[in-house]
């Protein structure tokens, strides 16, 4: 006696221009952070320093293996992402990093600045990316949580009671 043959689809989803297109731009943003956390870890001067240092450690910790997550997303959609030192640096939406020494209070404000745009990023192309693929959207919706969690985290250090 025979065994049926089981057909397993082998067709594997394929990202469409607009969805590739949005999920570069999340990328992009969180590459940014990740190299902005850094250079914000690195420059943190003031009363407070210690800690802050380690949380942006933390934050670019969330902000790079997410952006792993998109960038292997991208490809089991069978798109190319593209995280290359110049598409960053020409294509990103986050303003730009201050040079230079920063205070405490200084750079989590302008941390949380720029967590508070990639999440604006992540929010803006969620409902298009749910619409084609909702998988993908909750990858989303992880983002921009455990953004969120760091912001308020972060922003903490200059929250009086």
């Given at each position: 006696?025979?065994?049926?043959?089981?057909?397993?689809?082998?067709?594997?989803?394929?990202?469409?221009?607009?969805?590739?297109?949005?999920?570069?731009?999340?990328?992009?943003?969180?590459?940014?952070?990740?190299?902005?956390?850094?250079?914000?870890?690195?420059?943190?001067?003031?009363?407070?320093?210690?800690?802050?240092?380690?949380?942006?450690?933390?934050?670019?910790?969330?902000?790079?293996?997410?952006?792993?997550?998109?960038?292997?997303?991208?490809?089991?959609?069978?798109?190319?992402?593209?995280?290359?030192?110049?598409?960053?640096?020409?294509?990103?939406?986050?303003?730009?990093?201050p040079?230079?020494?920063?205070?405490?209070?200084?750079?989590?404000?302008?941390?949380?600045?720029?967590?508070?745009?990639?999440?604006?990023?992540?929010?803006?192309?969620?409902?298009?990316?749910?619409?084609?693929?909702?998988?993908?959207?909750?990858l989303?919706?992880?983002?921009?949580?455990?953004?969120?969690?760091?912001?308020?985290?972060?922003?903490?250090?200059?929250?009086?009671?």
């Amino acid at each position: 006696m025979s065994t049926p043959s089981i057909h397993r689809s082998t067709q594997r989803t394929q990202a469409s221009a607009q969805l590739t297109g949005h999920l570069q731009r999340v990328l992009v943003a969180l590459v940014d952070l990740h190299v902005q956390g850094k250079q914000a870890h690195w420059n943190v001067t003031g009363r407070g320093f210690r800690d802050l240092h380690l949380q942006l450690d933390e934050l670019v910790d969330v902000a790079r293996e997410h952006s792993d997550t998109v960038a292997e997303r991208l490809r089991a959609l069978q798109a190319v992402p593209d995280g290359r030192t110049e598409t960053v640096a020409t294509t990103t939406e986050l303003s730009p990093y201050p040079a230079g020494l920063i205070s405490v209070g200084d750079t989590v404000d302008a941390i949380a600045e720029r967590i508070a745009q990639t999440v604006e990023i992540a929010r803006t192309v969620h409902d298009d990316v749910d619409a084609e693929d909702a998988t993908t959207a909750d990858l989303l919706h992880e983002i921009v949580a455990d953004l969120e969690k760091q912001a308020w985290m972060i922003t903490s250090e200059n929250t009086e009671v």
